[in-house]
């Protein structure tokens, strides 16, 4: 008989939730962006990655709802920058260091 694994159903749905951030190509290229060129205005991202203000909003909730990246309001923008600790926490060497190069 199959035991049941000893890790807690919450730390499986978050991780989850990481791994389909993960899943979609715009939010790649955005961790990308944010990994290797630091915080960047949301206006930037839009013209960088030619998407809509709803459909870059869209990404970026969901990489906020796992921590992958955080804001800071300055004035009017948003000024979105990667969370390294998390990112690498995920990542496997080989894809860690396409974010972060050494």
Not at 1 to 22: G, N, Q, R, W
Not at 38 to 64: A, F, M, N, R, W
């Amino acid at each position: 008989m199959i035991k049941p694994l000893d890790v807690c159903d919450t730390t499986l749905l978050d991780y989850e939730k990481k791994f389909k951030a993960l899943s979609d190509r715009n939010r790649l290229y955005i961790m990308r962006i944010l990994s290797t060129e630091g915080k960047t205005c949301v206006c930037d991202l839009s013209e960088l990655l030619e998407l809509t203000q709803s459909k870059l909003s869209y990404h970026l909730k969901i990489l906020l709802d796992v921590n992958f990246i955080s804001v800071e309001r300055d004035g009017k923008w948003n000024y979105y920058s990667a969370n390294s600790n998390e990112i690498k926490k995920i990542l496997s060497p080989d894809l860690c260091c396409l974010f972060y190069p050494e």
